[in-house]
């Protein structure tokens, strides 16, 4: 499964974003959060558990350091969506990514992004700038 496209949400007074239709199938067990760049990533459990198995492996070989992956453990939460397909956002994620109540959830092929809307649109340009670059230089996207 490659999770695509961009869906505009709210996050409600306790913290909860309703995750899109079209992705809840995929997070109806256990999901991670973590902190990402500039916003929160939403893994499933098997894409978390590769990332994990290989910073491992990484870190055992001298290519990673282990704060990496003592960090990914320290800052990343397990959460269970509800009846309802809602996940909790922790204050602590919702502080690093500067969530309010306009969010964006969009799709980065193996996880979940999920951005504070006026971050979002900041960066928005420039994701269409480098995409559009990308097929300029004939990179095959």
Wanted: proline content about 4%; charged content about 25%.
């Amino acid at each position: 499964m490659a999770f695509v496209g961009t869906y505009d949400h709210t996050l409600d007074g306790k913290g909860r974003l309703v995750l899109p239709a079209k992705f809840r199938s995929h997070f109806a067990d256990t999901a991670y959060l973590s902190p990402w760049a500039g916003c929160v990533a939403l893994w499933t459990a098997e894409r978390f558990e590769v990332m994990v198995r290989r910073l491992e492996t990484e870190v055992r070989a001298g290519a990673t350091d282990a704060n990496v992956l003592r960090g990914l453990a320290a800052r990343s939460e397990e959460v269970r969506p509800d009846a309802q397909g809602r996940i909790m956002i922790p204050a602590r994620l919702q502080s690093f990514a500067k969530l309010e109540r306009d969010l964006v959830v969009c799709g980065a092929i193996d996880w979940i992004e999920i951005w504070n809307a006026p971050s979002w649109d900041d960066m928005a340009d420039d994701l269409d700038h480098s995409v559009a670059e990308a097929f300029r230089q004939g990179s095959g996207i």
